[in-house]
């Protein structure tokens, strides 16, 4: 028989292995997450991919070329013209600070890679980062079995990898750590009331809000759950530290960022924070008093409290409404009235509405960004219940959120990806947990029960003492990640509860022993489950998510085809085109076009100025003439447009040309979308009306179109063009891609007008030099 001190270093020598084999997972773990979003680079090359990350990139290098100071001076002459635009005070700096600090670093240490390089590289190093994040906050919530069960899940999700492959360089890509992060850091200090985390915690909400506008989901759910916490009767000192230093220093932080700035403390987005921040102190000064006053005194001043805080919170709130009814949107941007409000952009703001991104996801999407996590959410939840804790009511709580959020909007799938994952995490460590303990019990019972049948009890014996031990572990695991600082009246509580909870957990681990035939058929489920979901995501990896936007493929019978239209055109813009020359589009195409061509644009995919992009709107929607005519008080020298109809890409200005119609209807009303409709139908055919068939993206698009076949087949809309042979009198191609996926045409010089009007009268000299004489004395005003 083993001596206790035998026992003691036994157990401490497992530990420390547990440790360390958990730190080399922890690392293969970032390694996957890595090397998994490497398959753009592989399959194609190191570029840039979609169309904001080429903003960034832009910014990035000007970064690292003139320093931070002209950066946040920096005066943008390329963009919106002739208007501009101070890209220090209108971005979010943190992917590109973080980036150029990379950069610098390597550089430092003599190795020189390039600014493109270290951009394309920056998402797929901080998924490994998001991942370890989620390891930290999963354990803080149900152990280390569960945070990395969870990691390894987050490491290779579908939904993180659509914006973390190698060459998205968006801010979602070090945004999402930053947000995993900042929770994880809240229930630290939650779970043990250190101060230090805490700021910490104020820290790593300071780099969300520098990253992300989503920020606003932080400094939302965190005061929801403070609330939820108080009304549930959960208020303790841990929580006050954990909340109150994140308002107040994560504020003055956010407030330094020059996006933000005083919209910090003046917009909707944060004023629940600083209502939470009210009834906290409410509450923790009545909890105070009550602690020094006898019971009767207790009454009389929580009744002065009450009055003197309701009337305050009347107060404060009276001075919100006037803040918030002084705003045409009631103190919210458009983005998040659309979240509110799934229908508000819709009706009010097409350029929101009119963003894929933006727009619900399908079922089919749910299944395609987090597969199976789908199935064991549920299971997450309720292991959450079993017990519930403050961390745990916060994950669920995260989750309920983010599922909402996700099905107003796509993009925010971005937000349930991690929670979906810490749920599935907790649920299938549980799962393994019941079921591994249920095999080893059952195979124990086996291998110690004698032949004859008198020793059952023996073996039951045997089984329940197994199942005491394992309990008591189990115990030990689950408060190992609760860490608190609890005062001397709740150490008794606190011991109570403990011995509840064992004595109810053994009588739970009783009834959940079950057979080995189905624990092992369960386990065995469970590995195949994993083994689809981990298929699944490779090949999301390798082939949904990891081509470039700017260069497409396509398979057919005769092999691999590459489609590299964009930058062919760009290419051209660069090589053919004078530096000062102004290149209009839609606005999806303004970053590339900036970034690639180093050409000025019109309008880009920031869309702050509504006004500007109606009117490019207008002018595509408009007739050749009109056009011509706004395009070129605009001093615009050449327009692109985005063309499918050719190999089939969906994506192109014909299909978003209604958008266009919208956005340019709601500036200029004498664009109206039922003109470009017939019986309601959006058609390009020869049933489609005057006013499209006339519109210049119509001749833009589909100019020389019948050329290619005779027939003007439109292999994305699936018909023949309606019309086909025509002229362009204002416009003139001057370059078209091999695939036709990219048109550019420049705008023809205004005619001479004195030339046409000499043409017309045949007289001899003296009358023709008196009669222009006579006419320009009548046009010029100043004579």
């Not at 727009?359 to 089919?364: F, H, S």
């Not at 995490?425 to 080893?440: C, M, N, P, W």
């Not at 017309?760 to 004579?783: C, F, H, I, V, Y």
Request: glycine share 6%; with cysteine; net charge positive.
């Amino acid at each position: 028989m083993a001596s206790p001190p035998d026992l003691k270093s036994g157990a401490t020598l497992r530990n420390a292995f547990g440790g360390v084999l958990a730190l080399f997972i922890i690392f293969l773990i970032g390694v996957l997450a890595f090397s998994i979003r490497l398959f753009s680079v592989i399959k194609y090359e190191s570029v840039i991919h979609e169309f904001d990350p080429y903003f960034n990139y832009r910014v990035t290098q000007f970064l690292t070329k003139n320093g931070i100071y002209e950066f946040w001076n920096w005066f943008d002459d390329r963009t919106w013209y002739p208007l501009g635009r101070v890209i220090g005070g209108t971005v979010y700096p943190g992917l590109t600070l973080t980036a150029g600090t990379m950069w610098w670093i390597l550089n430092s240490l003599n190795i020189p890679l390039s600014v493109k390089t270290v951009c394309v590289f920056t998402a797929p190093i901080f998924s490994a980062a998001a991942a370890w994040a989620t390891y930290l906050l999963t354990k803080e919530v149900r152990g280390t079995g569960a945070g990395l069960t969870a990691a390894i899940l987050l490491a290779i999700v579908p939904s993180y990898m659509s914006r973390s492959v190698a060459g998205s360089y968006d801010n979602e890509a070090v945004a999402i750590f930053a947000l995993i992060f900042t929770f994880f850091l809240y229930i630290k200090t939650l779970n043990t009331g250190s101060l230090f985390y805490a700021t910490l915690n104020a820290l790593s909400y300071f780099y969300m809000v520098c990253s992300w506008g989503g920020y606003t989901f932080i400094i939302n759910l965190i005061p929801m759950h403070v609330l939820l916490c108080i009304v549930m009767g959960r208020y303790s000192s841990r929580l006050y530290i954990a909340y109150a230093p994140l308002v107040v220093f994560g504020t003055l932080l956010a407030a330094l960022v020059p996006v933000v700035g005083f919209n910090a403390v003046m917009t909707s987005e944060h004023f629940a924070s600083f209502l939470v921040f009210i009834i906290i102190h409410v509450v923790a000064f009545v909890s105070f008093i009550r602690g020094i006053l006898s019971p009767k005194m207790f009454k009389v001043a929580i009744t002065l409290v009450l009055t003197v805080g309701i009337a305050v919170c009347v107060g404060a709130i009276a001075i919100l409404v006037a803040l918030v009814a002084s705003s045409p949107t009631k103190g919210w941007s458009g983005r998040s009235l659309s979240l509110l409000d799934p229908t508000y952009a819709s009706k009010y703001i097409p350029i929101i509405a009119s963003v894929s991104e933006h727009q619900p996801p399908t079922w089919p999407s749910y299944f395609m960004d987090i597969n199976v996590l789908a199935f064991l959410v549920p299971a997450g939840i309720i292991a959450c219940f079993l017990p519930l804790s403050d961390a745990s009511s916060f994950v669920v709580l995260y989750l309920v959120t983010s599922v909402y959020f996700s099905g107003v909007m796509v993009r925010l799938m971005l937000v349930l990806a991690p929670a979906a994952c810490i749920m599935s995490g907790i649920a299938l460590s549980e799962a393994f947990d019941v079921l591994t303990q249920s095999v080893k019990l059952q195979l124990t019972k086996l291998l110690e029960t004698p032949p004859n049948a008198g020793d059952t009890k023996d073996g039951s014996s045997t089984v329940q003492s197994d199942v005491v031990e394992e309990d008591n572990k189990m115990i030990d695991n689950k408060t190992e990640f609760v860490k608190e600082r609890p005062s001397k009246k709740s150490r008794k509580k606190d011991k109570e509860i403990v011995e509840k909870t064992r004595s109810k957990s053994r009588n739970q681990k009783r009834l959940m022993i079950l057979p080995l035939e189905a624990s092992s058929v369960a386990i065995l489920l469970i590995v195949v489950l994993i083994s689809l979901y981990v298929i699944h995501c490779v090949w999301a990896a390798a082939e949904a998510y990891s081509a470039p936007s700017i260069v497409l493929t396509s398979r057919s019978q005769d092999g691999l085809h590459v489609f590299d239209d964009f930058r062919e055109a760009y290419s051209w813009l660069r090589h053919n085109t004078e530096v000062d020359d102004k290149v209009a589009s839609w606005w999806d195409y303004g970053y590339q076009t900036t970034a690639m061509a180093n050409r000025t644009v019109i309008v880009d995919n920031n869309t702050w100025n509504n006004t500007h992009i109606a009117t490019v709107g207008t002018a595509m929607s408009s007739p050749e003439k009109p056009a011509w005519e706004i395009f070129n008080s605009l001093d615009v020298k050449y327009v692109l447009v985005v063309f499918g109809g050719l190999v089939g890409y969906p994506s192109d200005d014909i299909n978003k040309f209604l958008w266009m119609v919208r956005i340019g209807g709601g500036v200029f009303p004498h664009i109206k979308e039922p003109d470009y409709l017939r019986d309601g139908q959006y058609r390009i055919d020869a049933q489609a009306t005057p006013t499209m068939l006339n519109s210049l993206m119509y001749k833009l698009s589909y100019y020389r179109f019948v050329e290619t076949d005779g027939k003007g087949f439109d292999r994305v809309r699936k018909t023949e063009i309606g019309k086909k042979h025509f002229k362009l009198s204002h416009f003139e191609e001057v370059f078209t891609t091999h695939h036709w996926m990219v048109r550019i045409y420049k705008l023809k010089p205004p005619k001479n007008r004195m030339k046409e009007k000499l043409k017309k009268p045949k007289m001899t000299s003296k009358p023709l030099s008196g009669t222009r004489r006579d006419e320009s004395a009548k046009r010029n005003p100043w004579q």
